[in-house]
């Protein structure tokens, strides 16, 4: 099998990530309420986040991620296109539909963040 393309390379990072169903499905009613999981990863075309409940695929989310190094949260709508059981959950992968900042300069942050994992994480090591 060949090697996976990506249209945006991701960036591994651990934060929590505020996430609620949009939608009337009422199988999601307490996910509606707001919940959190933990991000594993990080691109310009979507997330993975590790969740408690599987929201399926096609599910529609409205989500608040909290970079540690950005001074204001992003916020996105985003769509469940894959999940994957894991211990203590279920991997997500949401694709972005819609990406907001909460202040001008946050997507310029956003840019320098991934920017700079990315050569971190290809920077030869010592």
Do not use: Y
Not at 25 to 38: I, P, T, V
Not at 71 to 86: E, F, H, M, R, Y
Not at 105 to 116: C, H, K, T, V, Y
């Amino acid at each position: 099998m060949g090697k996976e393309q990506r249209e945006f390379p991701r960036v591994s990072s651990r934060c929590i990530v505020g996430f609620s169903s949009v939608g009337d499905d009422q199988r999601f009613h307490k996910m509606r309420q707001s919940s959190e999981g933990l991000l594993q990863n990080i691109s310009g075309g979507g997330v993975c986040v590790r969740m408690d409940e599987n929201p399926g695929t096609g599910q529609l989310l409205a989500l608040t991620i909290r970079l540690p190094q950005m001074p204001t949260s992003v916020i996105a709508l985003g769509k469940a296109v894959w999940t994957q059981p894991v211990d203590g959950g279920t991997d997500v992968g949401i694709e972005f539909w819609w990406v907001g900042w909460e202040d001008a300069g946050a997507q310029e942050q956003i840019r320098n963040f991934l920017s700079d994992s990315l050569r971190e994480s290809s920077a030869p090591a010592d």
